[in-house]
């Protein structure tokens, strides 16, 4: 046996009980069920977290990667490959809510939510991935932060709901204060206020950012600083209102 094999005896039970429930769940489902009844809306509630936890004897970070294995490849069913915008995302977002209280530190999820589901040609469907990365960004703010910013990205750009954007903005800004999450993220305030023609705003956030002394690296310095007197500059071609 080569050195990088591993004795079948070597696994964990609870794992291998998780990989043969999951084989034999998928076996059935494609013995059973016909092309033709492969559709959007059959993706199920999912399970109660006791019950997970039980079924994987406490493996829930192994159970969570199972979880969200199936969950992204419930779009390729038998004969059939479904578009994520015809998903039922209620359903989804339920799901998506399990495997993050089964493994809180997975990032996964909310990379999918953000950057996946969120990116579907339905304003409604992403209007409800985007309130459901805010909700889970409150719950670890400083850790989560990215799939925040991302959503700004997209309440912005793919919604083009500029007030939406600025609400998570101000969401991002005043939770996600910890080392680890870098100032371009917290100050996407003023980047929104700036787009939406709120100079004077975005130029009293920025002028008391500088002069708080918070920012510590010379290059971003100089970057906020000219960002500020390019704001200065087109409040004083704006014409008076």
Do not use: C
């Amino acid at each position: 046996m080569a050195q990088n094999e591993r004795r079948i005896d070597a696994v964990p039970l609870s794992v291998v009980a998780l990989l043969l429930g999951s084989l034999i769940a998928q076996i059935a489902i494609h013995h059973f069920q016909s092309p033709t009844a492969a559709r959007g809306e059959q993706l199920g509630h999912p399970p109660g977290i006791q019950m997970v936890r039980a079924l994987s004897f406490g493996e829930g970070v192994v159970a969570a990667k199972l979880a969200m294995l199936w969950l992204q490849s419930f779009d390729n069913q038998p004969g059939i490959s479904i578009p994520f915008s015809a998903l039922d995302y209620v359903k989804v977002i339920e799901w998506l809510a399990l495997i993050l209280e089964l493994d809180p530190n997975s990032h996964y999820p909310l990379l999918a939510a953000s950057r996946i589901y969120a990116e579907v040609p339905d304003t409604d469907k992403q209007r409800l991935m985007l309130d459901f990365v805010e909700d889970e960004f409150r719950r670890d703010p400083d850790a989560r932060w990215p799939w925040m910013a991302h959503a700004i990205y997209i309440a912005k750009h793919r919604i083009g709901d500029i007030e939406l954007a600025l609400r998570y903005a101000r969401t991002l800004s005043s939770l996600a204060t910890g080392p680890g999450v870098p100032n371009w993220a917290k100050q996407m305030v003023i980047f929104v206020l700036e787009d939406m023609g709120e100079i004077e705003s975005a130029k009293v956030l920025l002028g008391a950012l500088l002069d708080s002394g918070s920012i510590a690296d010379p290059h971003e310095q100089w970057f906020l600083s000219r960002r500020l007197v390019e704001l200065e500059e087109r409040a004083a071609a704006s014409p008076p209102e």
